[in-house]
């Protein structure tokens, strides 16, 4: 079946550094994106979203790319601070019959440690 | 303001028995997801309610499981004779306009663990 996936399953850098987490997805019809945040023992926090029709948007620290062409969105984290590690899922949603994105289909999650 | 809640954050049962999950979500949030996520990977979506009803349950993985939300605010996942393969943190969302990109609030989740 289709999927969303990521290429590296864990990641490490000094804190300071500019931090790239990738992400594969496999489902065309996928048209919104979104990058979540997990602490241990917490759920999921939203850090940033995009739509298929866009190829990049930026946050605070953060930006996300998306490339449609190979189906491959990016995390890229601006001066990775300590409080930044985490483990961080890409997730994806096709919009259903009625206009609507709601299910999300997660990534298995890279973990992201920061090296003070 | 207040975010996601569910309780318990911890729940230990027996192979066999029943348990019940609770969510409250975000006050005003007309949409309500529960997902489950085992360790080591991503969250699986299990079911989708706007208000009172559920708009799509197929993440459900069998009858042994149901969920409601009566007066559309607060949820129950129901798992009925739970099984050591139910393990897992299950997760509660919500997000304030029904059928559209608004954003996916997560509680902190119930782990719960079938001996």
């Known amino acids: 079946g289709e999927s969303v996936g990521l290429h590296l399953p864990t990641l490490s850098v000094q804190e300071g550094d500019n931090s790239i987490i990738n992400c594969a997805y496999s489902?065309?019809?996928?048209?919104?994106f979104i990058w979540y945040k997990q602490e241990s023992g917490k759920g999921p926090q939203f850090i940033i979203d995009?739509?298929?029709?866009?190829d990049k948007r930026q946050g605070q620290r953060v930006t996300v790319l998306l490339n449609k062409t190979v189906k491959h969105l990016s995390l890229q984290i601006a001066a990775t601070q300590p409080g930044d590690s985490a483990v961080y899922f890409c997730a994806e949603t096709p919009r259903d019959s009625g206009g609507s994105n709601y299910k999300l289909t997660f990534g298995k999650g890279t973990l992201l440690t920061v090296n003070p | 303001g207040a975010g996601v809640s569910q309780t318990p954050s911890n729940k230990v049962t027996e192979k066999g028995k029943y348990v019940e999950l609770r969510c409250d979500p975000i006050?005003?949030?007309?949409?309500l997801y529960w997902y489950r996520q085992s360790l080591g990977q991503g969250p699986e979506f299990l079911i989708y309610?706007?208000?009172?009803?559920?708009?799509?349950d197929s993440g459900l993985p069998n009858d042994r499981f149901f969920a409601v939300r009566p007066e559309g605010s607060v949820s129950t996942l129901k798992i009925q004779r739970t099984e050591r393969g139910d393990s897992a943190v299950y997760l509660c969302a919500s997000s304030l306009l029904a059928g559209s990109t608004d954003t996916q609030y997560f509680g902190p989740g119930t782990r719960l663990t079938v001996l």
């Open positions: 006050s005003g949030h007309t949409a």
């Open positions: 489902n065309s019809a996928s048209d919104y």
């Open positions: 995009i739509r298929s029709n866009m």
């Open positions: 309610f706007q208000g009172t009803g559920a708009a799509d």
